[in-house]
């Protein structure tokens, strides 16, 4: 009788039963639970909702604050305060606007389960409410900003027009005409009248009109101009219009000459129109 060796046998169960023994020591990872998976999903999407909607009442108030006094506020901040307020109202649209998606989402997601939890529901219908209270307290406040930018727009064409009145009158303050040209031309545009034989006895060879048209005549930045030139020798210059003769100097050679204009305040004080004759 032929006795087998058991011992390879032996061997491969004792591995086997270690092995057994070794997978029965290795904890096994938990199955997920898909209730709770469900569960948490929800609870994610309602607290992104409650987020989103915790922004939008910061952003409601950063329009109000903006909005409040910014007809005493100056046209540079005004610009820059429109931005912010257009910029906030952006952000409370797209921010409306994806939590409705996801209030949407979460209702279909809650229905379709077959871990549906009726409290989920309950909360879906109060969160649709607050919504679209939301809405409605956003299409108010849109509502005042409008009214705000019509003020605004009001506000910013009166400052216009008050800016450029301003300076208008600061121009004029400063606008001074002169007008040269032969006596002969003169009297041609309107500027001279011919006196009569009488007058001339009392040495007068022409005076200024009662009325002419200031838009023949060049206009000066009294500030700015300082001196005129003129291509007739000194001796055939001659002003018409009174000003101060301390305020001025008339200097030249035999074919040029030029009207140094000492004090432009007192020179200007007594006419704003100058006008020279070239004889």
Sequence with gaps: MVVRDRRPVMA???FFAFLLVLS???????????????MESMMAILTQVQKNLGRIQ???AVVERLSTGIESRNKENVVQIGKDISSSI?????TLAASKSLIQMLEEENKSSSYRVASLDRLVSELKTTLSTK??????LKGQVQKLNKEVSTLMATVDVLDEFIQDQGSQLYTAYYISGTFNELVDKGILVRVNPLEKLFGNEYR?????NINQFKKVDITETKDLFFEKPLKNLKIITPHTS?????????????LLIRDENAFWQKSRCLVIVLE
């Design 12 to 14: 491969g169960m004792l």
């Design 24 to 38: 029965a020591c290795t904890p096994e990872k938990p199955k997920p639970d898909p209730r709770q998976e469900h």
């Design 58 to 60: 910061q952003k409601e």
């Design 90 to 94: 952006r952000f409370i649209d797209s």
């Design 135 to 140: 809405y409605s307290e956003v299409n108010a």
């Design 208 to 212: 200024l009109a009662s009325d002419f």
């Design 246 to 258: 301390s305020s001025y100097e008339l200097v030249g050679g035999k074919t040029s000459s030029m």
